[in-house]
């Protein structure tokens, strides 16, 4: 008789190689390259979230990325690769505009929509006839994609409608049990995903804002517009990633806009009722905002602040609001309630955008 083994049910743990973010081991990218050349699914750092790498030209590892994330398969991936001219066997022909953004905001925290060719297949696009491009300019990314030689299908490595990872660790806590390596460089700079332009309409359209802000695209291409989900269902489905509910926490959130004084008195009441129904709640927003609702509102051991930075800096709002977002989980609260940031320009315009999502749509407006 052979000798009985416990029975395991397979369960895959992935492997975390930490690397220097700036001048990372040539051996451990080298691995993580081989690893994404035989089919398999790697999370790496880029400039603004972790992706969950596959071969672009493996349908069963860009399947498996679908499936890991637990996304439709209608959410098309971002296609990464070293340089432009990488992009140029990906997509049917490369306009001058494309040309032109891509020569000044390459490498860097944008992903270009524009005309697919056949070397990339049905399911990283989800059927479209259109492919997302990005040059990623993080030190890791660069080198993976140069020592990987195929290009790199990522979408952010969090499970799908999760705020997307910025830490090695979220991608450990949202998919560890799913995929095959985690390169660890540290949290990520940017903090919210890149800005994605379609440069198949005209004219050119910001489906979703990010690193790269508007003015700045703008200055490149005076006639870009931004796209608006609420007033164009079309435009919802010409990116079927844009779904309204993403980048959420588990806790439901409500989102107060408004001037300030008017978000403050409702928010003051809000909690009021919270607190009577013996509910605790958090409070997410910046240091100032934060520091007037204590005032207005008092303390409470019911009341959990959670800061997302100054409203000095928009840039450092946008590096922590995702971390921030798995912290209202953490807190172990029955309902957050997020006061938005008061400004709209340069990277903010994205913060906001996140902070709607993550709400669902559960917005008060004050
Ligand atoms: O910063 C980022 O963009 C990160 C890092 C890893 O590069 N990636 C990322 O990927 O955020 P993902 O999959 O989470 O978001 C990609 C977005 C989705 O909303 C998707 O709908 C849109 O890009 N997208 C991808 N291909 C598209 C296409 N052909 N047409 C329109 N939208 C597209
Ligand atoms: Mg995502």
């Given amino acids: 008789m052979p000798p009985e083994y416990p029975k395991y049910t397979e369960r895959r743990v992935a492997e975390i190689l930490r690397v220097d973010p700036v001048h990372p081991d040539t051996a451990i990218i080298e691995r993580a390259a081989a690893c994404l050349r035989s089919g398999g699914l790697v999370a790496f750092p880029t400039e603004t979230v972790y992706g969950l790498g596959a071969d672009a030209t493996n349908t069963d590892a860009v399947r498996r990325v679908f499936a890991a994330k637990g996304r439709p398969s209608t959410d098309p991936l971002i296609v990464h690769v070293p340089d432009l001219d990488s992009v140029r066997p990906l997509v049917s022909h490369l306009t001058d505009s494309a040309v032109t953004v ?7 925290p944008l992903t270009l929509v524009l005309p697919r060719s056949g070397l990339i297949g049905t399911e990283v696009t989800a059927g479209l006839e259109t492919v997302a491009v990005r040059v990623p300019a993080h030190p890791v990314a660069r080198a993976l994609v140069i020592a990987a030689r195929v290009p790199i299908a990522a979408p952010s490595a969090n499970l799908f409608s999760r705020p997307s990872p910025t830490r090695a660790e979220h991608v450990a806590d949202d998919l560890g049990d799913a995929i095959d390596l985690i390169v660890d460089a540290g949290a990520t700079l940017v903090g919210l995903e890149s800005t994605v332009l379609d440069l198949t309409s005209d004219p050119p359209r910001v489906l979703r804002p990010g690193g790269v802000s508007l003015e700045r695209l703008r200055e490149l291409l005076p006639n870009v517009v931004l796209r608006d989900v609420q007033a164009s269902p079309t ?15 588990r806790t439901p959130l409500t989102l107060f806009e408004g001037n300030t004084q008017g978000v403050l008195d409702r928010i003051a009441a809000e909690v009021g009722v919270a607190i009577e129904r013996g509910e605790r709640v958090a409070l997410l927003g910046t240091h100032e905002m934060l520091a007037r609702a204590k005032q207005a509102i008092g303390a409470s051991p019911a009341i959990t602040f959670l800061e997302i930075g100054s409203d000095s ?27 938005q940031v008061a400004d709209d320009r340069g990277i903010a315009l994205a913060v906001r955008d996140r902070l709607r999502r993550a709400s669902a749509g559960d917005i008060v407006r004050c």
């Fill in 235 to 249: 435009d919802a489905m010409r990116s079927p990633g844009m779904l309204s509910k993403h980048y959420a926490p």
């Fill in 102 to 108: 891509a020569r000044a905001l390459w490498p860097g």
């Fill in 313 to 339: 800096s928009a840039a450092g709002i946008a590096s922590r609001l995702y971390a921030s977002l798995r912290d209202c989980d953490a807190a172990g609260v029955d309902r957050v309630l997020a006061l």
